[in-house]
């Protein structure tokens, strides 16, 4: 059950659904993802920190970034699920396809400055 509630809790938030969506795309640094969605570095690393807890997304690092992507569901049955379902839900909404179409123009080395 535990495993369940914290699957359940990391999506009940809309900037976390949205992160998945983005992620569904390409992977992304913190940077881009709070440039993304116009919130502070803090907040979206609070919010990664969540999902990747939960079992919804994975990080790696290279060089001097951290990317993020879509975990590969494995760490549980119920992460697997939603993963695989959340890549067919939402995908007329337009707030989300407003973000996705967005994604091409948000590059790490111009917001980052590296």
Known sequence: ???FLKVMKALSDP?????????????MCVCEIHASLGFAQST??????????AGLI???KDGLWVNYT?????????SASLIGNLKHWLEDDPEIKGLIERLPEIQREIICGR
């Open 58 to 60: 994975t990080f790696y």
């Open 1 to 3: 059950m535990k495993s």
């Open 44 to 53: 979206a690393s609070k919010h990664l920190k969540i999902l990747e807890e």
């Open 15 to 27: 900037s976390r659904i949205k992160i998945m969506k983005m992620l569904q795309h390409r992977e």
């Open 70 to 78: 879509l975990a590969d569901g494995s760490s549980s049955p119920f």
